[in-house]
């Protein structure tokens, strides 16, 4: 999976958690899920979770702190799934 | 069991746990008995007292969610990575309850939640409230954080 198909499975993930949806459909790797999204900072983890099962891999503490913007994600899930697979 | 009450941050009038009467990794139960003279009686409403319902996600928040997560944090999860410290306390992240009954003053009621996670500092707990005739008071989903939390040190390793 290269970073263009993490980043649309990504926009499932997030969906729920904002409302900012046009923000959404347009987000890049510079977009910040707080102040961008407008996601709720303790979301993150419910995120987090979700995006555990979307990819089928496990995100530790370390690399949960990191995950803040869309490329922080991509990198975390992106890194996770080369060690799982 | 009612060890834990002495870590609660609240005092007097916001305190809305009497006793603890099952506590493990997994959830809680836990009472508290409305006091007739709660400062909310007498404008809510003038005549006409009923327990307000912020009042009653206060107590479900108190002992479903602070009352574990405290639990939690203090019994060695210590994978989560974070502890508590003078400067900690509880946040409620979200609530979406839904009330089934009402309840008066003098009216005990029993709490009981159910720990959906508990990851990264943040605790999601299924959690309802009954009457003392065990009939259904409230039910909801709330989530939160403990403020504050202290990043601990996993490894010893880097001096």
Same mark, same amino acid.
């Given at each position: 999976m #290269?970073?263009?198909?993490?980043?649309?499975?990504?926009?499932?993930?997030?969906?729920?958690?904002?409302? =900012?949806?046009?923000?959404?459909?347009?987000?890049?790797?510079?977009? #910040?899920?707080?102040?961008?999204?407008?996601?709720? =900072?303790?979301?993150?983890?419910d995120i987090i979770i979700d995006a555990e099962a979307q990819y089928n891999i496990e995100i530790d503490f370390d690399a949960a702190e990191k995950m803040y913007n869309v490329g922080n994600c991509i990198d975390v899930?992106? #890194?996770?799934?080369n060690k799982t697979a | 069991m009612n060890d834990i009450l002495k870590y609660l941050p609240y005092k007097s009038s916001f305190?809305?746990?009497?006793?603890?009467?099952?506590?493990?990794?997994?959830?809680?139960?836990?009472?508290?008995?409305?006091?007739?003279?709660?400062?909310f009686y007498e404008d809510h409403f003038p005549g006409n007292p009923v327990t307000p319902g912020v009042i009653i996600t206060e107590i479900m928040a108190q002992i479903g969610l602070v009352v574990l997560g405290i639990h939690l944090m203090i019994s060695g999860t210590r994978q989560e990575g974070v502890v508590m410290? /003078?400067?900690?306390?509880?946040?409620?992240?979200?609530?979406?309850? /839904?009330?089934?009954? !009402?309840?008066?003053?003098?009216?005990?009621?029993?709490?009981?939640?159910?720990k959906q996670y508990f990851r990264f500092g943040k605790l999601k707990c299924l959690v309802e409230m009954q009457n003392a005739d065990g009939e259904l008071v409230a039910k909801?989903?709330?989530?939160?954080?403990?403020?504050?939390?202290?990043?601990? !040190?996993l490894s010893i390793n880097n001096g």
């Open positions: #290269d970073r263009k198909e993490i980043l649309i499975e990504l926009k499932k993930v997030l969906a729920p958690y904002t409302e =900012s949806k046009e923000m959404l459909e347009g987000i890049n790797e510079q977009t #910040d899920l707080i102040k961008d999204l407008k996601i709720n =900072s303790a979301n993150l983890v899930i992106a #890194d996770k799934i | 305190l809305f746990v009497d006793n603890i009467t099952s506590l493990n990794d997994e959830g809680v139960s836990g009472d508290f008995t409305l006091k007739g003279d709660a400062f410290d /003078e400067g900690s306390f509880p946040l409620l992240t979200s609530t979406n309850v /839904e009330f089934f009954k !009402m309840v008066l003053p003098g009216e005990k009621v029993i709490v009981t939640s159910k909801g989903i709330f989530s939160g954080i403990i403020k504050n939390a202290v990043k601990q !040190m």
